[in-house]
């Protein structure tokens, strides 16, 4: 069964490729297909790590899944993204502007894309919390 490989840049704690640079170009020592992969590793990194570090979590879903759902790649790789961003906001606490990134949205459409999903921006700790703030609108 052969599988495909996602990669999800989360910016977080880690530069990914390991390196501090962010002019582009591989680590040496690799040739053939594990330069290919490494320099296309590399190239995600510096676009994620350029205004602040970065980790790559990286996991296998088969090319049946993918087929299944009629999903490309790309498409598997933006569906893992916004489904960490959703669930680093909904559960962690993580502001909106990072799972916006993480996400690769802008904050407006990931706004849109949580109100898709079921979770609401507001966040209050009792309703007359939430009828004072309606009060003062």
């Known amino acids: 069964m052969k599988k495909a490989c996602v990669c999800i840049a989360i910016v977080m704690a880690l530069v990914l490729c390991g390196c501090t640079s962010t002019q582009g170009g591989t680590q040496g020592g690799s040739s053939g297909a594990e330069t290919s992969t490494a320099?296309?590793?590399?190239?995600?990194?510096?676009?994620?790590?350029?205004?602040?570090?970065?980790?790559?979590?990286?996991?296998?879903?088969?090319?049946?899944?993918?087929?299944?759902?009629?999903?490309?790649?790309?498409?598997?790789?933006?569906?893992?993204r916004r489904a960490t961003a959703l669930q680093f906001y909904a559960t962690k606490g993580v502001s909106l502007g990072y799972c916006a990134q993480i996400a690769g949205m802008d904050k407006e459409d990931f706004i849109y894309f949580l109100g898709q999903n079921g979770v609401s921006i507001f966040h209050f700790d009792d309703e007359a919390e939430f009828v004072e703030e309606m009060s003062n609108a």
């Open 39 to 80: 320099a296309t590793r590399h190239e995600i990194a510096h676009r994620y790590a350029s205004a602040s570090e970065a980790c790559e979590i990286a996991f296998e879903i088969p090319d049946e899944v993918l087929y299944d759902n009629k999903m490309s790649r790309r498409d598997a790789l933006d569906f893992a």
